[in-house]
C-alpha cells in the first residue's frame, strides 16, 4: 500500500474506532483541534503512563509537578517567548491564503530531492539488476545539478533564516518562482512575523484586565517551579522535573491530522546540573530516551537523531528523535542542553535568586538544563501508523489489525460468551468481574465470534476469550491471540497468569536497560 493512502486509512480508522474525532464535530470541525474517543483515551493515557513511570518511578532523583497553565504574562517576556516566538508568513494576494515562508521554502529543498529520488528510480528501471545506486549517485550529472541547487538553496534559507531576514525570505519565494498551490500565481506579499501564542484576558475589563497566555509549553512551569521543589524536596544536583500537560500554539499550517495541532499535550522533563556537565548529560539523555522509543519494539530502523545545526541562542547542542511516519521521518521528541538561559532569565525578571548551593564544591551556581520534551499527540501518531495493518488471510478475507504493543492497547481483553442464553453470559461477566481491577476488560456479545474477533482486532484488542457450553463444565475457555489468531483451551483460573504480565505498564518498563 502506498504510504499517502496508509496514511488517510489510519485517520479514518482513527474516527470510525473512536480513537481521534475533529474537535466539535457536529460543527463541521474545528481547525486542527481534536478530540480522543472512548479508545484513545485510553491508549494516550497508556503513553503517558509509560513515560511518566519511566521517568519519576524510575529515576531516584526525577519528581513531577502539575502547574498551571494560566501563568504570570512576565514570564514569557523572560522566556523569550512575547518577542521570539514567531514564524514568518506571507500572503498570496490572488488565493488570500496565508503561508510560513520558511515551509515554503523548506518544501522546495524537498522538491529537488524528489527530483534525485526519480532520476535514481528512472536509472533503476533502465539498467536492471546490474543498477549500482551508489556509483550512479556519485557520478550522474544529473544527481549532482539537482543536488548543488539543492545545498545552495539551503545555505541562502538557512542564513535568512539565522538572521530573521523577512526581505530576504520573500526574495527566495520569488528567485525559486515558488507559485501558490491554490492560485497558481507568484503575487505574493511581504513576509511578517506572527506571533504563535494565544492570548486571553484575566479579570474584568472594569478592573483594569491583563493580558495572559495560554502557555506554548509546559517547560516554563517546571523552571518557576525549580526553587519550590528543589528546597522542599531537599534536590541535590543532578536533578529531573518532569510535566505532563496541555499546550497551545496558533500554528498557521496546522495539517498532517494530530501532526500538528493548535492544542496539544507535552510530557517534558527538565534535567538541572553542574555547568560544565552538560554535554556528557545531553548524550545520556539522547542515549536513554532513544531506547524508550525502541523499546517499543517498532524496529531501529525506523528511529533516527536529527543533530540541529542552527542552534537556538540559548542552546548549546539540540537533536531531535525522528520517526518515519507514512509521510516521512518526522521529529517526535527534542532534547536541548539549554544551558542556564531560563533560570537565569527567571532571576533577572523576578529579581529572586534562583542559584543552588552545591555542597561538595562548596560554591552556588545557576545550574544548566538538558530537556527532554515529546509530544503525547505525535507519540500517538507515531503508534498509530506503525500499529495498523490490512492483512490478507489464507480464505481469502483481508483483516484490519492494529497491532499494539499489548501494553499500549486500549482494550486488554474481551470476554465473548457464544450464545446470549444458557448461562454463558453471566460466565462471561464472572470471568470479568474478576479481572477488570487487573487490566481493562470488554464484554462483548453481539453478532458471530468472527465479527467480534474483527472488531477488537481494529481496536488491537491483544486476547479474546470465548465462553462456551464446555466452560460451564469444566472452567476453561478458549483463549485467542490477536497477531498469531492460534487459539487454545485453558483454564479460568489461569487466565490473570497468562495475561497480566504482557498488558501492564510495568512489562515495558521491565524490558528498558
Ligand atoms: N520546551 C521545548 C519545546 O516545546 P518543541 O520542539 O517546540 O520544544 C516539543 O516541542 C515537542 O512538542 C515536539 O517534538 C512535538 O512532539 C510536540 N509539538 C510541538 N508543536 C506541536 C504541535 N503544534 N502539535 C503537536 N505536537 C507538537
Not at 538553496?153 to 526581505?167: F, I, V
Not at 541535590?236 to 498532517?256: C, D, Y
Not at 453470559?425 to 487487573?438: G, M, S, V
Amino acid at each position: 500500500m502506498a504510504q499517502e493512502d496508509v496514511f488517510k486509512k489510519v485517520v479514518s480508522h482513527c474516527k470510525e474506532y473512536g480513537f481521534v474525532f475533529p474537535s466539535s464535530d457536529i460543527y463541521d470541525g474545528l481547525g486542527a483541534v481534536y478530540d480522543y474517543g472512548q479508545n484513545g483515551v485510553e491508549m494516550k493515557n497508556n503513553i503517558k503512563q509509560y513515560w511518566w513511570q519511566s521517568m519519576v518511578l524510575m529515576h531516584e532523583n526525577i519528581v513531577g509537578i502539575d502547574s498551571a497553565i494560566f501563568m504570570h504574562p512576565t514570564i514569557w517576556k523572560a522566556s523569550g517567548h512575547v518577542d521570539a516566538f514567531n514564524d514568518p508568513l506571507i500572503d498570496n494576494r490572488d488565493s488570500k491564503k496565508r503561508y510560513r515562508a520558511d515551509v515554503l521554502i523548506e518544501e522546495q529543498i524537498a522538491k529537488y530531492e524528489e527530483k534525485v529520488e526519480k532520476e535514481v528510480a528512472k536509472a533503476r528501471k533502465r539498467f536492471g539488476d546490474a543498477f549500482d545506486e551508489q556509483k550512479y549517485r556519485e557520478t550522474s550529472p544529473k544527481v549532482a545539478e539537482e543536488l548543488a541547487k539543492r545545498d545552495a538553496l539551503h545555505e541562502r534559507y538557512s542564513k535568512a533564516m539565522n538572521a530573521m531576514d523577512l526581505e530576504e525570505l520573500r526574495q527566495i519565494i520569488l528567485d525559486e518562482e515558488i507559485v501558490c498551490p491554490i492560485s497558481g500565481t507568484r503575487n505574493w506579499t511581504e513576509v511578517r512575523q506572527f506571533n504563535l501564542m494565544f492570548k486571553t484576558e484575566m479579570g474584568s475589563t472594569a478592573d483594569g484586565a491583563s493580558t495572559i497566555y495560554l502557555r506554548p509549553e509546559t517547560a516554563q512551569g517546571i523552571f518557576v517551579n525549580y526553587l519550590n521543589v528543589q528546597k522542599t524536596g531537599r534536590m541535590k544536583i543532578p536533578f529531573g522535573i518532569a510535566q505532563i500537560g496541555k499546550a497551545f500554539r496558533n500554528e498557521i499550517v496546522a495539517r498532517q491530522f494530530i501532526f500538528r495541532m493548535r492544542e496539544f499535550e507535552q510530557m517534558e522533563m527538565q534535567f538541572f546540573i553542574k555547568p560544565g556537565t552538560e554535554l556528557d548529560w545531553f548524550k545520556t539523555w539522547k542515549q536513554t530516551r532513544m531506547a524508550w522509543h525502541q523499546n517499543l519494539g517498532f524496529g531501529a530502523e525506523n528511529y533516527r537523531f536529527h543533530d540541529h545545526e542552527k542552534l537556538a541562542h540559548y542552546a548549546n547542542a539540540a537533536t531531535d528523535i525522528e520517526f518515519k511516519m507514512p509521510f516521512g521521518f518526522k521529529e517526535v521528541e527534542g532534547i536541548h542542553s539549554r544551558t542556564n538561559f531560563d533560570l537565569s532569565q527567571h532571576e533577572k525578571y523576578s529579581g529572586k535568586s534562583i542559584k543552588y548551593f552545591d555542597p561538595e564544591l562548596n560554591e552556588s551556581y545557576t545550574p544548566y538544563v538538558i530537556e527532554t520534551s515529546i509530544g503525547v499527540d505525535r507519540m500517538f501518531l507515531s503508534v498509530m501508523c506503525h500499529s495498523y495493518q490490512e492483512e490478507q488471510l489464507e480464505n481469502g478475507e483481508t483483516r484490519v489489525v492494529l497491532r499494539l504493543p499489548a501494553a499500549l492497547a486500549p482494550v486488554k481483553l474481551a470476554v465473548m460468551p457464544l450464545t446470549k442464553k444458557d448461562g454463558l453470559p453471566e460466565k462471561a461477566r464472572e470471568i470479568i468481574d474478576d479481572l477488570k481491577f487487573h487490566f481493562n476488560c470488554q464484554y462483548d456479545e453481539k453478532d458471530s465470534i468472527g465479527k467480534r474477533y474483527r472488531r477488537q482486532d481494529a481496536i488491537g484488542t491483544p486476547y479474546c476469550v470465548t465462553v462456551d457450553h464446555q466452560s460451564l463444565e469444566d472452567n476453561t475457555v478458549t483463549i485467542r491471540f490477536r497477531d498469531t489468531m492460534e487459539q487454545e483451551r485453558v483454564n479460568i483460573s489461569d487466565l490473570l497468569g497468562i495475561i497480566e504480565d504482557k498488558v501492564t505498564i510495568t512489562s515495558l518498563l521491565k524490558k528498558l536497560k
